[in-house]
């Protein structure tokens, strides 16, 4: 199966400043990276994607890279807002409709 | 809200009793899915269900089980052989794609054994 790694599993960053959430995967045939965030007590939703044909994709202030030789990807969020405070996910896709989940980043961002 | 429904949101049960936990759909997704949450544990995959009467085991089954009778509902059941059962269970859908795609997450049902 596939494993995913993630880190760090803690980090707070000052209003404004940029986050850097890092992931690692096991498998070479894993296709596709989502991002899941989750708020307290509320159900995790997806922030963005990206597939192994690309390298990088944008969202507004959310960015995913993609190395795929290396078998990691990251998570950037700039400009970070306190509504950013939250658990994150990312995950692979491996197999027969499987996500492998890391095991998550808790985002602080002090005001 | 996602079209994609649990109950309940909170759940007691005695040590020795079998639990059921719902999940409904109306999104028309194909697929279905079990994660039980631990803190510091991510998301771990309990069952999956692509096809209706058809189900697959994930990585933490034992303790658990499920039916798909209906491509809308996929019921949980924990039993009593599952050693610690208490945490946070969500279900998810996704359409079927061999490529991947986005599977949608309920509000969960948090479970206490008491």
């Known amino acids: 199966g596939e494993n995913v790694e993630q880190h760090p599993s803690t980090l707070s960053v000052q209003e404004g400043d940029s986050a850097v959430i890092k992931c690692t995967y096991s498998?070479?045939?894993?296709?596709?990276f989502p991002w899941y965030k989750q708020e307290l007590g509320k159900r995790p939703q997806l922030i963005i994607d990206?597939?192994?044909?690309?390298g990088e994709k944008k969202d507004q202030r959310i960015a995913v890279t993609l190395n795929k030789t290396a078998k990691h990807f990251s998570l950037h969020i700039t400009e970070t807002q306190p509504e950013d405070s939250a658990v994150y996910f990312c995950?692979?896709?491996?197999?027969?409709?499987?996500?492998?989940f890391g095991t998550g980043t808790r985002l602080t961002v002090i005001p | 809200d996602g079209g994609i429904t649990q109950s309940p949101k909170y759940l007691f049960r005695k040590e020795g009793q079998n639990v059921t936990l719902s999940c409904e759909q109306n999104l028309n997704h194909d697929a279905m899915y079990w994660y039980r949450q631990d803190p510091g544990q991510g998301l771990r995959l309990i069952y999956y269900s692509q096809i209706v009467n058809d189900f697959q085991k994930g990585d933490i089954a034992e303790g658990y089980s499920v039916s798909r009778e209906k491509k809308e509902s996929f019921p949980l059941t924990v039993t009593s052989a599952q050693k610690n059962p208490t945490a946070f269970y969500l279900c998810?859908?996704?359409?079927?794609?061999?490529?991947?795609?986005?599977?949608?997450f309920g509000p969960g049902t948090r479970l206490t054994v008491l």
């Open positions: 998810a859908s996704s359409i079927l794609r061999l490529a991947g795609d986005e599977q949608f």
């Open positions: 498998d070479s045939a894993s296709n596709y």
């Open positions: 995950a692979a896709f491996w197999g027969a409709n499987n996500l492998f």
């Open positions: 990206i597939r192994s044909n690309v």
